[in-house]
């Protein structure tokens, strides 16, 4: 295995006492405690090109009204759709769950595989969901799920050099001790959500500044 970055131990342990500030607006929403890995893999399904804000309470809504696939199946489009409303592409994404239910009904006993390979099968279900969907419903940590804040901070970071999420997952899981795996992508989405912003970001408040060379950074606060 080619060498950890630099300083890795002590910049995720600073990551792990900032992030005791930060609330996961999914998984405040849906419980730690409750989630199913089906209801990991439709909340990340549904906070696709979708703020996490927004996300939280629709995914909420939705599994107090349907959580399992066979619930979901049963659901009409159209109140489907009205539930969903206010992420974005919700119309494409409500067919997506409904289709994706049907098939855990009807080819794996209404369970979520615990198969990447598996999980990629299913119709708009990328690496990013899949990954998320291992480790996070499976709380198998056998990847290391990448959405845009872990890309664009681990590249700030200079722990790898990639042009796009899929890239970044590649190279992390070359580099990060697999210890880290589980949480990298908890710690990172908190710290980019709330310091490290994807525009711009405050560096002059950031509690590993002094170990980030804060590569590709054109502007801060
Ligand atoms: S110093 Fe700036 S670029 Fe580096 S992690 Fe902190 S906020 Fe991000």
Same mark, same amino acid.
């Given at each position: 295995?080619? #060498? +950890?970055?630099?300083?890795?131990?002590?910049?995720?342990?600073?990551?792990?006492?900032?992030?005791?500030?930060?609330?996961?607006?999914?998984?405040?929403?849906?419980?730690?405690?409750?989630?199913?890995?089906?209801?990991?893999? =439709?909340?990340?399904?549904? $906070?696709?090109?979708?703020?996490?804000?927004?996300?939280?309470?629709?995914?909420?809504?939705?599994?107090?009204?349907?959580?399992?696939?066979?619930? %979901?199946?049963? @659901?009409?489009?159209?109140?489907?759709?009205?539930? %969903?409303? +206010?992420? *974005?592409?919700?119309?494409? #994404?409500?067919?997506?769950?409904?289709?994706?239910?049907?098939?855990?009904?009807?080819?794996?006993?209404?369970?979520?595989?615990?198969?990447?390979?598996?999980?990629?099968?299913?119709? /708009?279900?990328?690496?990013?969901?899949?990954? =998320?969907?291992? @480790?996070?419903?499976? *709380?198998?940590?056998?990847?290391?799920?990448?959405?845009?804040?872990?890309? @664009?901070?681990?590249?700030?970071?200079? &722990?790898?050099?990639?042009?796009?999420?899929?890239?970044?997952?590649?190279?992390?899981?070359?580099?990060?001790?697999?210890?880290? &795996?589980?949480?990298?992508?908890?710690?990172?989405?908190?710290? /980019?959500?709330?310091?490290?912003?994807?525009?711009?970001?405050?560096?002059?408040?950031?509690?590993?500044?002094?170990?980030?060379?804060?590569?590709?950074?054109?502007? $801060?606060?």
């Amino acid at each position: 295995m080619p #060498k +950890p970055p630099k300083n890795i131990d002590k910049i995720i342990s600073l990551l792990k006492k900032e992030a005791k500030n930060f609330a996961n607006p999914i998984v405040t929403e849906i419980g730690e405690e409750t989630r199913s890995p089906f209801m990991v893999l =439709i909340s990340c399904l549904l $906070s696709l090109r979708t703020q996490d804000k927004t996300t939280g309470p629709v995914a909420k809504r939705l599994f107090d009204m349907a959580k399992t696939p066979q619930e %979901i199946a049963k @659901v009409p489009l159209k109140k489907l759709q009205k539930i %969903i409303m +206010p992420v *974005n592409f919700y119309i494409t #994404k409500s067919k997506r769950m409904k289709e994706i239910s049907r098939i855990l009904v009807e080819k794996y006993n209404g369970k979520v595989p615990d198969d990447f390979d598996e999980l990629m099968k299913l119709k /708009g279900v990328g690496k990013k969901t899949a990954a =998320i969907t291992m @480790v996070y419903g499976h *709380n198998k940590a056998d990847y290391i799920p990448v959405d845009v804040h872990v890309h @664009v901070l681990a590249n700030r970071l200079g &722990w790898v050099k990639t042009k796009n999420a899929e890239q970044t997952m590649e190279e992390l899981m070359k580099v990060v001790p697999k210890k880290y &795996w589980y949480d990298l992508n908890d710690l990172f989405v908190a710290h /980019g959500q709330n310091i490290c912003l994807t525009n711009s970001p405050f560096c002059s408040k950031c509690k590993i500044r002094e170990y980030c060379p804060r590569i590709g950074v054109i502007r $801060s606060r």
